[in-house]
């Protein structure tokens, strides 16, 4: 005790971080040579040293990660639910007499965070084995059959995460995966028989002779098959369905190629040519195959915007058992209309209800946007999604979550398609004139030929035409420019869910943004005092006084004190709607509403003995980088407007101090009315992070969720920005635009490339099997320049 004292007076003015998150200690916890912020961070450390997990530290060293969770502030969560029957039957499922459950892992952020949660089974036996995916968050987990899923969730909060149960694998992602499945067999086919039939036809080209030359063009020509009637089968039907719908796609010319390029390989194999054509036509398939299971496999899909409810029924809760008169936990799914149930403190209230008690003071934003408190008294009602304030509260039940205000706009985002086209892609329009003048030069070319000259002229030149045309590079021009920027934007922590946002993005202009915890921090602070020196003397009085209550600016006066040593205050009483009192040392302090009016800012005194000492003057603090957003967007012509439920003064107060025209301000809004404002714009991007936004985000041609963003705004967006938020959208618009010029480039590269090709092919100069070795240098030159683009742009 003696050596912790001293090392006390020793760092009382130099700077301690934390062992644990590395966060800037204040109030020390010592456990020998270690210095902890808060007891949250020690005890994560204790578990972390119980399960023989201090590698942590040197893997997240290693990685160059200096951030962790905090889990000062994390509720005890009561995970007894996960053992009931009901629970297990819905959740776990049964392969090779296994037992398997997927958690949603709530705070993964780095790789140190895949490190801890794999080494699960090492502390827990009743795990054989544990994987997560760090762009979805999800956790499978292989189980013995009777695991304790309750301690299994224990353990996984301990380390500072938040387990939230998903159901397993739906008849959509099982169809999803079998498909998958079939493109991977279609590319290893393809594959194999190209690889065999380039050795038979480097031996034809290398001189074989006659009789050399026909064998092996007869065993390319059985090679072939699997490629022609299975592996192409894809660009077949998609002509088809192209044709069936009279419209043009670039399959088309894909199809006719390989049909014709086969026919005419088959014909010169039957007369003794020794152009085949088998070679590159395999490979093309194969090659073609293989880039878009790549650009599939590239996006980011993140958690998809199926099953949103989930998240928020994920949570137990304690109701009133109406025969033994007792509380028991349960899980939130299972509440019935009716049931009466205890809501903590810092507690979300998983159900629309009845206050029973008298007073409760809420936190509705993720419903209305509204960042401050909500007074409700007993008999009034109280929604899903909101946040309990104050101590303990009883409600009554009256409609559960799937019928709830939270619940119904949970089902529109689930259920409703946006109403707007997407703008169809830049290749999608260069590809039907593309396509429509190849198909006219072919006609053209054979006609010409035919007539004026002889019938394997026309074939020759034709096919010649046609194979030097084949819009591979054009096919890949947006594909690999877009795959290649979304694992550029995965590099610093932006998960794109939709491969079409970035073509949008380049080209929209009109951005709305939600206020509350977009721009703003979503939480109260000091933004200004009057009479700080005499206040600062009162510290100690202020950070008592406040310890006592749960309201948002109590929170914010504690943070603001410098000096936080425990006194002892007689009387304290917090006055619903008005502060706190108490005495000490013989005089009367309250902290209560001041009666001065300050634009868009919440004053509150502290008055000794009827005496006001000083005024506070809180706010909802803009975000770091905002400025720095919006000067950007200035910039770029963006046209930026912010979408709030807050009140006009404080949308005006932000509006003012980032710039954003008056008329752009709208306060006032419901999600519905945010909705329908969007649809008012033809192309739109949608910035927000809760569920009130959620609508709006399902109308809007882009939606972004900010990292701290509920759940439900995660599901709802297409893209998903992990840290610094605000800062990581500058480097998003400077990639979208990239990659749209990227995709020009390559769509003019091609386009040079086809044009001249075309023009060798019509004069003669270019025979069917120089096209086909010609063939692959478009495709070369575009990965090249896509690659050389993309990686261009610098780190946010």
Excluded at 779 to 792: D, E, F, N, Q
Aim: with cysteine; glycine share 6%.
């Amino acid at each position: 005790m003696k050596r912790q004292e001293e090392s006390k007076a020793m760092n009382k003015n130099s700077t301690l971080s934390c062992h644990h998150c590395n966060e800037i200690v204040i109030d020390a916890i010592y456990e020998n040579e270690k210095v902890f912020c808060c007891h949250g961070c020690h005890t994560v450390h204790l578990a972390l040293e119980s399960g023989g997990l201090l590698d942590y530290y040197r893997v997240r060293e290693e990685l160059g990660i200096s951030e962790n969770l905090t889990p000062e502030n994390r509720n005890r969560e009561d995970f007894s639910y996960m053992n009931e029957s009901r629970f297990r039957e819905e959740f776990l499922s049964t392969r090779d007499n296994l037992k398997h459950l997927k958690l949603y892992i709530e705070g993964v952020h780095c790789l140190a965070c895949i490190w801890l949660l794999e080494k699960i089974p090492s502390i827990n036996k009743e795990i054989l084995s544990s994987r997560i995916n760090m762009s979805s968050s999800i956790m499978e987990l292989t189980l013995v059959d009777n695991c304790d899923l309750e301690l299994l969730a224990n353990q996984i909060f301990n380390f500072g995460y938040r387990p939230h149960a998903i159901k397993n694998e739906t008849e959509a992602q099982n169809l999803q995966k079998s498909e998958e499945h079939t493109k991977l067999i279609k590319i290893g086919v393809a594959g194999a028989c190209s690889a065999n039939i380039m050795l038979y036809s480097i031996a034809i080209y290398a001189g074989a002779g006659v009789e050399f030359s026909s064998l092996f063009g007869w065993v390319s020509f059985f090679l072939s098959l699997p490629v022609i009637f299975y592996s192409a089968t894809p660009f077949y039907k998609s002509s088809i369905s192209a044709i069936r719908t009279k419209s043009l796609n670039i399959d088309i010319p894909i199809s006719f190629a390989i049909i014709l390029g086969s026919l005419f390989g088959l014909y010169n194999l039957i007369i003794g040519s020794t152009h085949y054509y088998f070679d590159s036509l395999s490979v093309l398939v194969f090659l073609l195959l293989s880039s878009r299971l790549l650009v599939q496999k590239s996006i980011q899909k993140g958690l998809n915007s199926n099953g949103l409810s989930a998240l928020f029924e994920q949570t137990s809760i304690k109701r009133l058992n109406k025969v033994s008169n007792e509380y028991e936990v349960i899980h939130t799914k299972y509440l019935e209309r009716g049931d009466i149930v205890l809501i903590d403190k810092t507690k979300t209230i998983p159900a629309d209800g009845v206050l029973l008690d008298s007073l409760a003071y809420i936190n509705n934003s993720l419903i209305t946007g509204e960042s401050r408190p909500q007074k409700v008294l007993k008999n009034e009602t109280v929604f899903a999604g909101a946040v309990n304030l104050g101590e303990e509260v009883k409600i009554r039940v009256e409609k559960t979550f799937k019928d709830s205000v939270l619940g119904d706009i949970i089902q529109k985002v689930e259920t409703d398609s946006k109403s707007k086209q997407r703008i169809q892609s830049i290749t999608d329009k260069i590809s039907r004139y593309f396509i429509a003048t190849v198909f006219t030069l072919s006609l053209g070319s054979f006609l010409y030929f035919a007539y004026f000259y002889d019938l394997n002229t026309a074939i020759e030149r034709t096919l010649a035409l046609i194979i030097v045309s084949c819009p591979c590079a054009l096919g890949l021009a947006a594909p690999l420019a877009i795959a290649s920027s979304m694992n550029r934007a995965n590099e610093n922590g932006i998960i794109i869910k939709n491969d079409s946002s970035i073509e949008d993005i380049a080209r929209i202009k009109n951005i709305f943004f939600d206020k509350t915890g977009t721009l703003t921090d979503g939480n109260f602070s000091v933004a200004k005092v009057d009479n700080e020196e005499q206040l600062r003397l009162f510290e100690k009085v202020i950070y008592n006084l406040e310890e006592v209550s749960n309201h948002p600016m109590a929170r914010a006066l504690q943070s603001w004190t410098k000096d936080k040593s425990q006194i002892h205050i007689d009387d304290i009483q917090e006055l619903p709607s008005k502060g706190v009192s108490g005495k000490y040392e013989g005089d009367f302090f309250q902290i209560i509403k001041s009666p001065k009016k300050c634009e868009s800012f919440s004053a509150v005194d502290l008055v000794r003995n009827n005496e006001i000492i000083g005024t506070f003057y809180l706010s909802d603090q803009i975000k770091s980088h905002a400025n720095e957003l919006l000067e950007f967007l200035g910039e770029q012509k963006f046209n930026p407007y912010i979408l709030s439920g807050d009140n006009e003064r404080a949308v005006s107060q932000v509006g003012t101090s980032l710039n954003i025209p008056l008329g752009n301000q709208v306060a006032n809004q419901t999600p519905e009315t945010k909705s329908e404002f969007i649809e008012n714009f033809s192309e739109s991007i949608m910035v927000g992070d809760g569920a009130n936004d959620a609508i709006a985000m399902k109308k809007a041609t882009v939606s972004i969720a900010v990292s701290g963003a509920m759940d439900i705004g995660l599901r709802a967006s297409d893209i998903y920005l992990t840290k610094a938020p605000l800062k990581s959208m500058i480097f998003l618009i400077k990639l979208a635009k990239l990659t749209n010029t990227s995709i020009k480039l390559n769509l003019l590269i091609s386009l040079i490339y086809n044009a001249i090709g075309v023009t060798l092919s019509l004069l003669g100069l270019i025979t069917p099997l120089g096209a086909a070795v010609l063939m692959p240098v478009s495709s070369l030159s575009v990965l090249i320049a896509t690659i050389v683009k993309i990686r261009g742009v610098k780190k946010s």
